[in-house]
């Protein structure tokens, strides 16, 4: 199985930056696509932004409209490790952010909770207006 545990999460004010991380063990990392969902108290969990399995001609990725040009996905597969940079920050970001992995052998970057295998625990991002 993969093992997820993410850190990073905080408070911070409107305009800020955060940087999450996802430290991953169980499995070859650079073989597993990775996500970042999040979830406000009352909605559904949502799409924020996802990341290719390694060994393609490069490492894809796609964002959510409501965070493109604000947050960056990126892994490190020499530290297990996935990042959600997060520059900007809007009070309607906060909420809780989930890292998911999925076990696939295509490039296909899913953005459907449901086809995501492993999940973290979840941290907690709070921006202040």
């Known amino acids: 199985q993969v093992q997820l545990v993410e850190s990073g999460g905080g408070l911070v004010q409107a305009g800020g930056s955060l940087r999450l991380s996802c430290a991953t063990s169980?499995?070859?990392?650079?073989?597993?696509?990775m996500g970042w969902f999040r979830q406000a108290p009352g909605k559904e969990r949502e799409f924020v932004a996802g990341?290719?399995?390694?060994?393609?001609?490069?490492?894809?990725?796609d964002y959510a409209d409501s965070v493109r040009g604000r947050f960056t996905i990126s892994r490190d597969n020499a530290k297990n490790t996935l990042y959600l940079q997060m520059n900007s920050l809007k009070p309607e970001d906060t909420a809780v952010y989930y890292c998911?992995?999925?076990?696939?052998?295509?490039?296909?970057?899913?953005?459907?909770?449901?086809?995501?295998?492993?999940w973290g625990q979840g941290t907690q991002v709070t921006v202040s207006s």
């Open positions: 169980g499995r070859t990392f650079s073989s597993t696509a």
């Open positions: 990341i290719s399995r390694s060994g393609g001609r490069r490492d894809y990725t």
């Open positions: 998911a992995a999925r076990i696939i052998l295509d490039y296909y970057i899913s953005k459907t909770p449901s086809e995501y295998n492993y």
